[in-house]
């Protein structure tokens, strides 16, 4: 109640200023008009006479204009220009009454424009004048100056929320940004001063407090160097999440926050074609396989929004699937979307046909698959009956219930793998190269690197050594990986559905690989701890691990897709009658719990399999992928 009444009394405060203005606008312009001297008497007669419908009809034109829903501390260019028009329409008006009344007798022609002039200096002067008072006690109570990194929209918005919320602490006292056309512009009265690179000398020079990263649209590669620069200075700094995370792209001193991980590996913002891929769900039946882990239940979360008729859920892990159904239980309430949540191993192929069956499923993301490398090394068989055997079953399920589509998730291990897991993921490529070839349901098959922050990842295994205060253990100083969001991997899995037309295997374009030796060192910063804290340990490389992944095998070659993020890689031929017969003989061997005749099995579907720790040359996959998207 208080803060309404105050705001009334300030609105009524402008009022009664702008009413005061009114008359002594019109006198004033009399008094102009005679070269500040005296009026003669008629005409200062006339004047008083006229007064009143000048008043009149200004002040219905200032409220028509809404002079008066601003907030003078706020005022800014919109406010002068409702000024103006306010101004205009009110002389207008006058002078249309004056005409009827007095035929303009006594009213020398140059009274009302200067009337509008000295009115537009009285009402915009002070407001302005106000705001530069009030902006002057806010600069002299902060105690944070800042330095904005990035003068484009984002930067702007982002100083002009500072400079607008009183209660915050932060001063800006200067940008700078790369761009050259840039340089020596001001934006709300702050000037860019130079370049990234010039940021130490920067803030030395105005004494910055804080730096503030306003470059919500960078690279990852650029975001690293900004980082990187401003690190030097020892300074904290925030910066603003990135183009896709910010909610309607609005931009917020509340938007602030520290440097994450994704925001160093992270990869361009990515842009999809969300009509085509709504289009593709909306009312379809979709059933997601391994639904419980990080990928899969990333999906899930996306198709929810996507309106399918409806969702079901399986994974063999309970506990998993207690997690996903309590996290989206909350969201289904407000969806049109049905959701079942099944407690399913991938190998009951029983269980599995009536669950597609029964639902009528018309979509399946196969996303279960065993994916840690070290420890599927010496359990070749349970590697093979799982990743291999179960897609295989899975599969036959889709075919016998008239799936329209299968999409699987594969990963780039199963390039020229070195290790079982790598291996079991090729073949189940195979598996799904082999089914379409023969039926209706279009099977498509999406690879890609490691995912950030899914469950047993590298991230996952550097958090929990840092909160036992270390050592951080890497395998090799050179290896490196291709890294995306899960948020990502998922949102392009989804846009792969859309563009497929089924026997695709879809590569997406992971960007540039990252040493596992910086991210180390990336999280050792960003959690607060220094180098000398806790120490960077280099183990050897595990078995089945290579120094370098790859994305595609050197006789795929990728051509480009309708999504530019998305590569389209042909797929070797295969010889389906004695893929069948492998396949045959693989069951066999699992029931039979052989591991040796399980791995030759393995070996004779996947040739290129170098079972060692033989190290790897670089593969050329970045230089090729730009050749493509160029």
Same mark, same amino acid.
């Given at each position: ?62 409220? *028509?204009?809404?002079? +008066?829903?601003?907030?003078?501390? @706020? #005022? !800014? ?5 409702? =000024? $103006?028009? %306010? ?41 302005? *004048?106000?705001?530069? +008072?009030?902006?002057?006690?806010? @600069? #002299? !109570? ?5 330095? =904005? $990194?990035? %003068? ?60 503030? =990263? ?69 009312d379809k039946v979709v059933l997601v396989s391994g639904g419980g882990g990080s990928i899969g239940s990333e999906l899930c979360r996306q198709i929810m929004k996507l309106e399918p008729s409806k969702l079901i859920i399986f994974d063999n892990s309970e506990y998993n699937l207690f997690c996903v159904e309590q996290e989206l239980s909350e969201k289904a309430n407000q969806s049109k979307t049905q959701i079942f949540y099944h407690l399913v191993d991938l190998n009951d192929n029983p269980a599995l046909s ?19 490398v070290p420890l599927l090394e010496p359990q070749i068989r349970a590697a093979a009956k799982n990743n291999i055997l179960g897609t295989f079953g899975i599969a036959q399920v889709a075919i016998d219930n008239n799936v329209e589509k299968f999409v699987l998730v594969s990963s780039d291990k199963a390039v020229n793998p070195t290790n079982v897991m790598g291996a079991t993921k090729r073949v189940a490529e195979l598996v799904c190269q082999y089914f379409n070839s023969q039926e209706k349901t279009r099977f ?187």
């Open positions: 109640m208080k803060a309404v009444l105050s705001q009334w009394r300030s609105r009524w405060a402008a009022f009664a200023h702008d009413f005061l203005s009114i008359p002594a606008a019109w006198l004033g312009a009399y008094w102009l008009r005679f070269n500040l001297g005296e009026i003669p008497e008629e005409i200062l007669a006339q004047a008083l006479f006229t007064l009143p419908w000048v008043i009149l009809f200004q002040t219905i034109a200032l409220w *028509v204009f809404g002079l +008066y829903r601003g907030v003078w501390r @706020f #005022a !800014s260019l919109p406010d002068l220009i409702r =000024i $103006v028009k %306010a101004i205009v329409m009110g002389s207008l008006m006058t002078l249309l009454a004056v005409f009827l009344i007095t035929r303009m007798q006594n009213l020398p022609r140059s009274v009302v424009p200067l009337y509008s002039i000295l009115l537009l200096f009285i009402l915009g002067g002070s407001r302005f *004048v106000y705001r530069w +008072y009030k902006d002057k006690r806010y @600069f #002299a !109570s902060g105690d944070q100056r800042v330095l =904005i $990194v990035g %003068a484009g929209l984002a930067g702007e918005s982002l100083v002009r929320d500072l400079l607008r919320d009183i209660k915050n602490s932060y001063i800006p006292v200067a940008f700078v940004d790369d761009r050259e056309q840039k340089r020596g512009r001001e934006l709300h009265g702050i000037r860019v001063v130079g370049t990234c690179d010039d940021i130490p000398a920067i803030a030395h020079r105005y004494n910055v407090d804080m730096i503030l =990263i306003a470059v919500p649209s960078a690279k990852a590669s650029a975001m690293r160097r900004i980082v990187a620069i401003c690190e030097s200075t020892k300074l904290p700094v925030r910066t603003l999440p990135g183009t896709n995370d910010l909610v309607s792209g609005l931009v917020s001193v509340k938007n602030l926050r520290e440097i994450s991980l994704e925001d160093l590996l992270g990869r361009d913002p990515v842009t999809l074609n969300w009509h085509a891929i709504q289009e593709s769900l909306r009536r669950l597609v069956h029964h639902h009528q499923v018309q979509i399946i993301f196969h996303a279960a698959a065993y994916k840690h498509i098959t999406v690879r890609f690197g490691n995912v950030l922050g899914s469950r047993g990842s590298v991230v996952e295994t550097f958090q929990k050594q840092l909160e036992n205060g270390g050592p951080i253990t890497v395998t090799h100083p050179d290896v490196t990986r291709y890294f995306m969001t899960i948020q990502e991997a998922s949102q392009l899995i989804l846009q792969a559905l859309a563009i497929g037309e089924g026997g695709e295997l879809f590569v997406l374009d992971m960007g540039e690989p990252i040493k596992i030796s910086y991210m180390a060192e990336q999280m050792i910063r960003l959690a607060g701890n220094k180098d000398k804290d806790i120490r960077i340990e280099y183990i050897g490389l595990r078995p089945g691990e290579k120094l370098f992944e790859e994305l595609f095998h050197k006789n795929e070659h990728l051509a480009p897709t309708s999504h530019t993020k998305i590569l389209k890689a042909h797929s070797r031929i295969i010889e389906n009658h004695k893929f069948e017969q492998s396949i045959f003989e693989l069951s066999n061997a699992v029931n039979d719990c052989s591991e040796e005749e399980s791995f030759r099995i393995i070996k004779e579907l996947v040739p290129e399999l170098t079972h060692s720790r033989q190290i790897h040359t670089m593969p050329e996959f970045s230089k090729k992928r730009e050749e493509i998207l160029v």
